[in-house]
């Protein structure tokens, strides 16, 4: 399937000429000016039982222009209804950046090549051509397979699509153009009985799971099926025995692993809050840019990348919202600290390695440092090879809380299910497992991870800044095992 042909700004050649008009508009005027034009189209289709469906389209396009005068920033974005607009945010953003001479310490960019090229997201079967018709069934039977047992309170089901054309030209003279595609799927069912709340879901406690894919990426999840499933296992929970507390060795699966990396990895990375940008909004980092290169995060096992060339994902593009071509990049290696998710202006205050983790929400935001594609490399060997090497603890997995100071050093999670593991060998389920710890002491007890065929990718939505944008990204991991971790502190 093409991108194309849908929205105003799907013909690449016509967006270009708007970009072009921006540039021209602060030519000669800035030391840097670089423009984004952007156009995209959301639609949601959530069911809950006993409430009508809620079905949502959202449209918009619009242009954000920054431009760097005397070392100093200017930003501004329009809606953009004509060409004319695309010059009026780039004199805006202009008249800001001279206005803000003095405001902060002048920075210098550093030295990068002119990139253009094209990326479109490959899809077998568009997500908005799927009929209404198809979506309502879909989710009217996942809905009735999850709540099949009367202990089922409330169930909710829900798919989703959007679609993006993002254009990109700099006044070093990088032009491309993106065309992305993305479609979700969930289902969350709560269960009540036994004086006592439990809830389960699918594919992904948070917020459903989201790909780079058309709407074979719903089809492949088999959503009544495991609606079902989470829906029996929700009542199960009812009457299961709490987890205990204390000190244990534990399996964390895919799912809850890919939101450790996130809270405790993916943020703490982030240079602009290494460097004191966010404190204010989405807070610090314990990790400083001195730590580059030298610090022990994790044990040998730990091997944490940041690859948006990876297809399919949440995270994946060509180019971040700076121009920056898309690459491989370890964060963690071996445990040690490598890289942090930079973008151009955190590089030119700090020295460090550009990653090209420059992401902003659309054309309303300037970017910032997010994360991309990054995951937990795999290690060896199977699930049960690896609770076999566990012996005796506990295998948790899909989570239910979570909370993280502002540093990303102190945590605690909470899962959605655990299993008690004895002699290697999985038994009975247990509710209300928790567990603790401090973010580098963990990934240190970190033993062994298994192996690719156990890796898992999920899609996952993120805000920070002021005013909050939204980053859409991703996480894969394959289940890890983890000694002496500190259990029941929830």
Not at 59 to 79: E, K, Q, T
Not at 111 to 119: D, K, L, N, T
Request: net charge negative; with cysteine.
């Amino acid at each position: 399937m093409s991108a194309h042909g849908w929205g105003a700004l799907a013909d690449d050649a016509a967006a270009r000429e708007i970009v072009e008009v921006a540039l021209d508009a602060v030519d000669g005027r800035a030391e840097y000016a670089d423009v984004r034009l952007v156009e995209a189209e959301e639609t949601r289709v959530y069911r809950q039982l006993g409430a009508a469906t809620d079905a949502r389209v959202e449209h918009n396009v619009g242009i954000g222009v920054r431009v760097l005068v005397d070392g100093v920033w200017g930003f501004a974005a329009l809606p953009l209804a004509d060409s004319a607009d695309a010059a009026t945010a780039a004199r805006r953003a202009h008249t800001l950046a001279v206005a803000s001479a003095g405001t902060s310490a002048p920075i210098r960019l550093p030295q990068v090549e002119a990139r253009s090229g094209r990326y479109e997201t490959a899809v077998e079967q568009d997500p908005f051509a799927v009929s209404a018709d198809e979506r309502h069934d879909l989710l009217s039977a996942a809905l009735a397979a999850a709540s099949a047992p009367p202990e089922i309170v409330s169930a909710q089901a829900g798919v989703n699509a959007k679609r993006q054309h993002r254009h990109f030209g700099s006044s070093i003279g990088s032009r491309q153009h993106q065309h992305f595609v993305e479609t979700g799927v969930l289902v969350l069912v709560i269960a009540a009985g036994h004086g006592d709340v439990q809830r389960r879901s699918y594919p992904n406690s948070f917020h459903g799971d989201t790909g780079a894919a058309g709407w074979e990426f719903v089809l492949g999840r088999d959503l009544v099926a495991n609606a079902a499933r989470v829906g029996e296992e929700a009542v199960a929970l009812l009457t299961a025995p709490v987890a205990p507390s204390g000190t244990a060795d534990v399996v964390i699966g895919a799912q809850q692993l890919s939101l450790q990396i996130h809270e405790s990895a993916g943020h703490a990375l982030e240079l602009d809050r290494m460097i004191g940008d966010e404190a204010n909004f989405a807070g610090t980092s314990f990790i400083g840019v001195e730590d580059i290169g030298r610090l022990r995060y994790g044990s040998p096992a730990v091997n944490i990348t940041s690859d948006p060339t990876v297809p399919g994902t949440r995270g994946s593009f060509a180019y971040d919202d700076e121009g920056t071509p898309a690459h491989r990049r370890a964060l963690v290696e071996g445990g040690v600290i490598r890289n942090a998710l930079s973008n151009l202006d955190s590089v030119a205050r700090t020295g460090a390695a550009l990653t090209g983790a420059a992401r902003a929400d659309g054309w309303a935001y300037s970017p910032v440092c997010f994360a991309t594609h990054v995951h937990l490399e795999p290690g060896s060997g199977s699930l049960d090879e690896l609770c076999d090497r566990l012996g005796d603890g506990y295998y948790i997995e899909d989570n239910r809380s979570w909370s993280i100071d502002e540093r990303r050093l102190n945590f605690q999670f909470g899962t959605e299910v655990a299993y008690e593991v004895r002699g290697g060998k999985r038994g009975r389920l247990l509710k209300n497992f928790s567990y603790g710890g401090i973010t580098p002491r963990f990934w240190n007890s970190v033993e062994a991870v298994a192996g690719p065929e156990e890796a898992r990718i999920f899609g996952y939505p993120c805000g920070k800044g002021e005013p909050k944008q939204w980053s859409f990204l991703s996480h894969g991991a394959a289940p890890a095992l983890v000694r002496d971790l500190r259990i029941g502190v929830a």
